[in-house]
């Protein structure tokens, strides 16, 4: 994140604490025993932790293989995460959770979905062959303080990947996609084809189409001709996979750790455009984060009173004698009917209701004759939350104010200023931002150093650097600013910080002792 948090909701951390509290009472005292009481858990899904509730931003990312997920995580972090594979093979072969942590680290599936203070607890209901395929990797990012993101095995095409696993990817992708606060649907111009097992995984995403966005990611590998073509085509590959009358937000961006040198810059103003407002998206999950929770306790407290409902009416229709075996295979066979009728004994709108088939699928396991009847006062405690107190933690959320330019920062400041007059011995502070460097002649030099992984070490920068004639002394102080990891290595950003210093000594201007916050790139979140 850039050093000023811009107007987080405009509000801190204590509201947003104050808010979290608020939904996890609620949960706990309405919402939570009508759950349990008629097992919503062997239906939908387990109860919900207070580490669910507390839990960041969640961002899944889904694709098929070599769409560039995991490049897109990297690109965002602006460094390596622990256990992460790149490549053009199919190479992240398991759920990867990347967090936020002091150190470096990695946690086996099991002993994550055992650990109180992480919300994966609910994965212990898909068993030993996921929790194999799973890990939590933490390291140390201010992006990640923000929000936890979800890598997932690249998805291949026929049904050998599928049979495989060991597990059901699709219930997988269902119980993260429950979770997360954005969805991101990764294709690239060269894979815009959609198999079956991502096809499947699309259909679980029902329910929750207000948080995907689709990424068409590598958009500077064909021509903008073709770029037209390619975009109209994955339209129409979605179009046959996601029933929904609303067109979904496409991003057509390219996230490198490295831009290979055969791109296509036709389209460059168009791709910076539309992934800066994908990172816009993504800054945003924090700011918005509390009203998603709000907005997702409110859309489970209306299935779980109308699975309540269900139960409840099952129940009632079985017999108190005889023939219960043969009503109970009536009521499966006939579950549509039923659902017809709850609808219109209780004015229920049709689109609360689970899907048919996979219910009846869960209710085949069950004997309804043991089922609980309908308790009206449980019914109360979920509408009165619903009505009144959800309601009520809604309207202490305050209107944010929009993050102004920099050029709006100062409404006398008209900007004409020469941002490369020296007096006495400064630069105007104009000069000491990341957006003043001069990219497209720093840029060919970087490429010219062969960087391996997106950064070159410094005894190749080095002869750059001396080329200069700038005493010894000041190029390691350019050094030390520019580094500003102190890995010993420079990526392509920090490279143009540092020609950037260069150009100042040259002015004749005082280097700072600190490189001044707005100088690191703010182009990630």
């Known amino acids: 994140m850039s050093g000023k948090q811009s107007s987080s909701a405009n ?84 759920f990867v959770a990347i967090m936020n942590g ?9 002993a994550a979905a055992v650990n109180q203070e992480l919300p994966f607890r609910g994965l212990n209901h898909f068993g030993q062959a996921f929790l194999n395929r799973f890990q939590v990797s933490q390291t140390p990012s201010p992006v990640l ?32 996609a429950q979770r997360s606060d954005l969805i991101l649907l990764m294709f690239d111009s060269y894979k815009l084809d959609i198999s079956n097992e991502f096809k499947m995984a699309i259909h679980s995403l029902k329910g929750q189409e207000e948080k995907i966005r689709v990424v068409l990611n590598k958009s500077d590998m064909v021509s903008q001709q073709q770029l037209m073509r390619v975009y109209g085509a994955m339209m129409w590959s979605l ?23 055969n791109c296509f810059e036709d389209c460059r103003d168009l791709i910076e455009a539309e992934s800066r407002d994908l990172l816009i998206d993504l800054k945003e999950l924090r700011r918005n984060a509390a009203i998603r929770k709000v907005n997702e306790i409110v859309k489970r407290a209306r299935l779980a009173r109308v699975h309540a409902i269900i139960i409840g009416h ?37 689109g609360d209701f689970p899907n048919p088939e996979k219910f009846r699928q869960s209710l085949a396991l069950y004997d309804m004759d043991k089922f609980k009847s309908l308790k009206e006062d449980l019914i109360e405690r979920v509408d009165e939350a619903l009505a009144v107190d959800l309601p009520q933690l809604m309207s202490k959320f305050p209107m944010g104010n929009p993050e102004l330019e920099k050029s709006q920062l100062n409404p006398f400041d008209e900007g004409q200023a020469n941002k490369e007059v020296v007096i006495n011995g400064q630069l105007p502070p104009a000069f000491w931002d990341f957006k003043s460097l001069d990219k497209e002649s720093y840029m060919p030099l970087f490429h010219s150093l062969h960087p391996r992984d997106g950064v070159v070490p410094g005894a190749s920068v080095k002869p750059i650097l001396l ?28 490279f143009g910080v540092a020609m950037h210093l260069i150009k100042a000594v040259e002015l004749g201007a005082t280097l700072p002792d600190k490189l001044p916050p707005s100088m690191v790139p703010s182009r990630k979140i």
């Not at 951390?13 to 009472?25: F, L, M, P, T």
């Not at 002091?102 to 099991?110: A, F, L, T």
């Not at 929000?147 to 699709?170: N, S």
């Open 11 to 94: 509000w801190g951390d204590d509201e947003y604490a104050q808010v979290v509290e608020g939904v996890k009472k609620i949960y706990r005292t309405k919402i939570r025993p009508l759950e349990v009481t008629y097992n919503f858990e062997g239906f939908h899904s387990a109860p919900l932790t207070d580490s669910d509730i507390e839990a960041k931003p969640i961002v899944l990312l889904l694709g098929q293989y070599s769409t560039g997920k995991t490049t897109f995580i990297r690109y965002l972090l602006d460094k390596k995460y622990p256990g992460e594979h790149i490549g053009v093979e199919p190479t992240t072969d398991r």
């Open 102 to 110: 002091q150190e470096d680290r990695v946690i086996p599936g099991n």
């Open 145 to 176: 303080e923000n929000m936890t993101i979800i890598d997932t095995p690249g998805i291949l095409a026929g049904d050998k990947q599928r049979i495989e696993r060991g597990y059901d990817f699709t219930q997988i992708t269902e119980w993260f």
């Open 239 to 261: 179009g046959k996979v996601v029933q929904t009358p609303e067109v979904m937000r496409v991003y057509l961006a390219s996230f490198w750790t490295e831009k290979p040198p």
């Open 314 to 350: 099952l129940k009632k229709e079985m017999p108190s004698m005889f023939g219960k075996k043969k009503k109970q295979q009536a009521l499966l066979a006939n579950l549509e009917q039923e659902f017809i009728k709850i609808q219109n004994k209780y004015h229920l709108p049709a």
């Open 467 to 494: 080329e200069t004639g700038i005493p010894n002394e000041i190029l390691a102080d350019i050094w030390r600013l520019a580094d500003w990891d102190s890995d010993g290595y420079m990526d392509a950003d920090q």
